[in-house]
């Protein structure tokens, strides 16, 4: 049966339909296709950059945290400082005023003597030399004589032994310091600082862990106390 124009219209017409929608259909497949995989890569770049992100910003927050703690410890620092030099300033206080209670006793002949001759004694079996020469203050000759006379007969009884002892009268100690002598052997390589200065700053340092208890208190970091 031959086919007519009409009917090879028809078929061409349903064929183009039947392309057609296989066209739209593999579209639509390509075009869903596309939207995943968009979807996904979409997803990956999102979390990827949301990773970076949040390393970013927790990288800062750590950095933010060590500048805090810097900043905190720089403080701390300076106020235990500061602390530690008002305690400084405290003790240097404390000791000026010792000097100036020392320098009193000098204005006071009984016991000014008093402790000179005990400045002499002690230097004389510190020295344990034949000849020991003095310097004083020159305020202080007469007085520094008087207890040398006294002092040396104790000093032969106790050692069993002569001395001579002089007072240097051309370089005298200065006239403003509290008090107290320097003691030379012959050779003036041995040297004795019984001045009340030297005295002073002696006992400050043999004292100074007892001086801090007693105004500060214990402090629970110290392991040492000299």
Request: with cysteine.
């Amino acid at each position: 049966m031959a086919l007519t124009d009409a009917d090879v219209q028809k078929q061409i017409k349903h064929m183009m339909a039947f392309i057609e929608q296989e066209a739209n259909e593999k579209v639509e497949e390509i075009d869903a296709k596309a939207e995943e995989e968009f979807n996904i890569e979409k997803g990956r770049l999102v979390q990827t950059q949301r990773v970076k992100i949040m390393e970013y910003y927790e990288k800062k927050e750590k950095q933010i945290e060590q500048h805090k703690k810097i900043q905190m410890s720089n403080l701390m620092n300076q106020a235990r400082l500061k602390v530690l030099k008002a305690r400084d300033d405290m003790i240097t206080d404390l000791l000026n005023e010792a000097r100036q209670r020392l320098a009193e006793i000098a204005l006071d002949p009984a016991r000014y003597s008093t402790l000179l001759e005990g400045l002499l004694l002690q230097g004389f079996y510190r020295l344990l030399e034949p000849k020991v020469t003095i310097r004083c203050r020159q305020q202080d000759v007469e007085m520094v004589q008087a207890a040398v006379n006294k002092n040396i007969p104790i000093y032969k009884e106790a050692v069993k032994s002569n001395i001579l002892v002089k007072i240097d009268t051309e370089r005298f100690l200065p006239s403003d310091i509290c008090g107290g002598v320097e003691m030379y052997n012959d050779n003036r390589k041995i040297k004795v600082s019984n001045t009340l200065e030297s005295r002073l700053e002696l006992m400050g340092q043999q004292m100074m862990p007892e001086i801090r208890v007693a105004l500060f208190g214990v402090n629970p970091n110290r392991k040492f106390t000299d």
